[in-house]
């Protein structure tokens, strides 16, 4: 594996909101978004981490910034003229979360200052999750903002944020083409696509992504790289699932985490950092939230013994 020590630092760009959880115990609140538990994985696995996102002067916002600050992320706050984001989130009959989201959320927007634009440029590398790639103005500031770095993308779209699916895809391809690598889940190949997670990994290699990292839930993991299609099931670790709804942000940080100062060429390498993260992505559904949790740390928390 080919190494880079100029920079070991990351920059995740993105959501950051408080999930409102409803259930039959009653109301809770727990400071989420997908990018922001991205930032706060990676963190939690040793990388600096920068995040950018939208985050208002509210008590929610509060809320978010204390949390960034117990974990070691540095938050460059954007403006957020309709305060801070939330999601109200209910289980279905079957058992998925669904979400309702409210105007902050809708209508996020993200501008570059000058200390994100600096962020950007000191780091190796930079992760994108949760974007408005609907809106062409967001995606062209985006595109400024990140010249030529280094680029991990999760389209992550949801169905109550996405407003013209159309040019969602645009959007995301534009940014997608030539990037290092590209999570996509079945999910997003049902909202975006025809629903084969097949083809559209097909697809964005045809792109120039330089590896495709493709999640099935239950079926587990697919890396798709120069040199070689490696693929991983989910990991078996004690104690039941709680919650699966942080295990794909915790799947992208570990494997962004093995790219930050690095460069996987060889099969094995790819293998090895996607069977790490399917053991994190296990080991995080044993709590609730999507704060990332490792299998050392479940271990560690079995014992008492309070660990990262």
């Not at 120039?208 to 999640?215: E, K, N, P, Q």
Request: with cysteine.
């Amino acid at each position: 594996m080919s190494t880079d020590t100029s920079s070991r630092s990351a920059v995740v760009i993105g959501d950051a909101l408080i999930d409102e959880i409803r259930d039959e115990t009653g109301i809770r609140e727990l400071v989420g978004g997908a990018a922001l538990n991205v930032a706060v994985g990676l963190r939690r696995l040793g990388v600096p981490t920068t995040l950018i996102a939208m985050v208002g002067d509210d008590a929610a916002g509060a809320h978010i910034r204390e949390y960034l600050d117990d974990h070691g992320v540095t938050l460059i706050a954007e403006p957020a003229p309709h305060g801070s984001s939330r999601a109200i989130v209910q289980r279905s009959a079957g058992g998925e979360p669904e979400y309702v989201f409210n105007e902050a959320a809708r209508r996020r927007s993200i501008r570059y200052s000058d200390a994100a634009r600096r962020a950007i440029a000191d780091s190796d590398l930079v992760a994108i999750s949760c974007f408005p790639f609907d809106v062409p103005a967001e995606v062209d500031a985006l595109a400024d903002a990140v010249g030529d770095a280094r680029l991990a993308i999760d389209p992550n779209p949801r169905s109550g944020m996405l407003s013209d699916r159309e040019e969602f895809v645009r959007g995301f391809e534009r940014l997608a083409a030539a990037t290092e690598i590209v999570k996509v889940g079945a999910d997003d190949a049902t909202l975006l696509y025809d629903g084969d997670l097949d083809a559209l990994r097909a697809r964005l290699r045809g792109l120039g992504v330089r590896a495709v990292l493709a999640t099935a839930g239950s079926e587990g993991a697919v890396i798709e790289t120069d040199s070689a299609t490696i693929s991983a099931p989910i990991a078996t670790l004690p104690g039941p699932i709680v919650d699966t709804v942080g295990a794909g942000d915790a799947t992208l940080a570990a494997v962004a985490a093995g790219l930050v100062g690095a460069r996987p060429e060889a099969a094995e390498e790819w293998q090895a950092l996607l069977h790490r993260a399917m053991d994190i992505a296990a080991a995080t559904c044993r709590a609730e939230g999507g704060l990332l949790r490792t299998p050392e740390s479940l271990a560690e928390s079995a014992r008492g013994v309070q660990g990262s």
